[in-house]
Each structure stands twice: as C-alpha cells, then as structure tokens.
C-alpha cells in the first residue's frame, strides 16, 4: 500500500516515514501541503494519506475539502494529524473529509492500528467497486436480450447485430447462461409422430 506523508517538520516526517516502511508499506513525502495535493491529484496510486493539519500553502482540512469535492477522490483514506484535541477541532477536520485522525506527538502502535483500518476500509472499498462492476456487467448481459428482435417467421432463426442470421438457441448462450435441453412439445408430436404410429 502507497501512502503518502505531508508534513512541514523534517523530524516528524522522518519519523513517520521510519515507522511506515519498517511495517511494510511504501511512502512518499510532501513538504507543504502544496506539494501534498499535486501528489494527490496526480499520483494515482495513493491510497492512504497522512496530513499534517498546519501546513504552508494549503492546510490539512483544506486538502481534505479539495479532494472530497471531486468523487475521484473518494476512494483515498486520509488522516489529519494534528496537536488539537479538542472536541471542535476534531469535529472541524472530520467535516472537512478527513477520516481519522492523529495526535502530535504520535504513538507507534496508534499510528499503525489507525493505518491498518484505513487500510481495511480501503480494500473494502475498492471489493465492493469490483462488485458493483460485475453486477453492472451481468445487468447489461441482461439487458442485451431486451428490445426488438428480428426472427424469420419460417426457420426462427435470429438475425444478430452483424446482420447475420442464427439459431435461436445459440443467440440466446451468446446473449445470457440460458443452456437448452432439447424435447418435444405435445403439438409437434401430434403434428410429426402421431400419424405414423396410427
């Protein structure tokens, strides 16, 4: 997992850092809050930041606010890091878009639970986006069977997309996981079999 570090203070930028990729994750820093959203809106990859709340150029619940008013963004856990521990400051940075948050000066294992549910959260996200594809695709599976199909009135076959005509049945496999199990209804059998077994 790719997170990202924006914070001014070179100490506890590299102390973050230091904890981060002693656990295993990959880290790229930001000296200023401007530096952190380019990375943002252009890195791609980053699935978890670290903002520190003051910052020059743009502040932590500033980048939080950019980035939650462009859905594009949604997918991205970010967490405030901050020397408030007021009730009305957290709230402010929550508000703002961020998800979590962590207070100055920060202990190992919180930094490294708070981590790991974003983490968690994130692979949930991104589980459920691949569900709601699948599910997007089968429905427009579905979907191709509706409207008007055109069938020759004599033989059934179906005339397809490409203008080219088939049997029933193989245009229904191609366009669903319908399978066909072949008998004979009782009309056919008066018509075609009762006549020879007289």
Known sequence: MKIL????????????????VNAGYEVIEAVDGAEALNILQT???????????????????????????DKKFD?????LLTVQSRKENLLEGLNAGADDYLVKPCDR????????????????????ANRVAELENALEQVNKLHGLL?????????????????????????????EFSHG???DCFTKHFEEEMK
Do not use: F, T
């Open 150 to 178: 055109p069938i020759c009135s004599y033989c059934k076959k179906i005339r397809n997309d490409s203008n080219y005509w088939q049997q029933l049945e193989d245009y229904i496999s191609l366009h669903s996981e319908a």
């Open 5 to 20: 570090i924006a914070e001014d203070d070179n100490a506890s930028r590299r102390l973050l850092k230091l904890i981060l």
């Open 184 to 186: 004979i209804c009782p």
């Open 43 to 69: 890195g791609g990859d980053i699935q978890l930041a670290i903002l520190d709340w003051l910052m020059p150029e743009y502040d932590g619940p500033q980048i939080c606010e950019i980035l939650r008013s």
């Open 109 to 128: 294992e919180v930094l490294l639970a708070r981590v790991n549910v974003g983490k968690r959260l994130v692979a949930l996200q991104q589980e459920l």
């Open 75 to 79: 997918g991205i856990y970010l967490i």
